[in-house]
């Protein structure tokens, strides 16, 4: 059970800073999916920074959309994009608003509700893989685009917050580039994720996609 000085909600001026000091520092922190079965608890082992436009990995990179909006707003928010046709990923909204960056959750330990994880990641062969990798995170929270925008920085009962949990110390956090990120986007060692941990997933270069004949 988790001590209740690590249930205190992050502040939102923990996410009005700088990306790449927020994104390392989101290490050990707590991410609690509220569902009608019950409560989904996860500390965050693995993030990636993207810093809008001025990042050509990031999804802001070319300005404000429809897709990319919620990017725009406050920080402490939840964005959430549907990829491959299949899948969705979550982030974290950073910075200034107005000023798009945003940390993408790659991977996490399932602390509570991994009863209810495992109904959703049927192929997880242990509960270290259920939220080993941003597409798995997702799933096993049962996130998906109804939840883009919700505020992850309050104390009121909501769909996702963001607890303090136990930030890593700075000798336990490695970095390195981000995972299947192509061009220019592909060079920032701007994954970081915890030394050791099991959850963690794997690094995979970009590999371009085929295009059919």
Not at 183 to 202: F, L, M
């Amino acid at each position: 059970m988790i001590a209740s000085p690590d249930r205190t909600p992050l502040p939102r001026e923990f996410f009005d800073r700088p990306i790449l000091e927020v994104a390392p520092d989101l290490l050990g922190r707590i991410l609690v999916r509220t569902t009608p079965d019950g409560p989904i608890a996860l500390r965050l082992t693995e993030v990636e920074a993207y810093d809008g436009q001025n990042d050509p990995g990031s999804h802001a990179y070319r300005g404000r959309t429809p897709r990319n909006e919620v990017m725009f707003g406050p920080p402490g928010h939840v964005y959430v994009y549907f990829t491959y046709g299949m899948w969705f990923c979550m982030n974290l909204v950073c910075g200034p608003e107005g000023r798009a960056s945003a940390v993408l959750l790659r991977a996490g330990e399932i602390i509570e509700g991994a009863e209810l994880a495992r109904t959703r990641r049927h192929s997880a062969r242990n509960d270290k893989e259920l939220a080993k990798g941003p597409a798995r995170l997702a799933t096993a929270l049962d996130v998906d685009r109804a939840l883009n925008g919700t505020d992850a920085c309050t104390a009121q009962d909501t769909p996702l917050r963001i607890l303090t949990g136990a930030p890593v110390p700075a000798d336990q956090v490695r970095n390195g580039p981000r995972t299947g990120v192509a061009g220019e986007g592909g060079v920032h060692p701007w994954r970081y994720w915890v030394a050791d941990d099991p959850t963690v997933s794997p690094y995979r270069a970009h590999v371009p996609r085929r295009r059919r004949s």
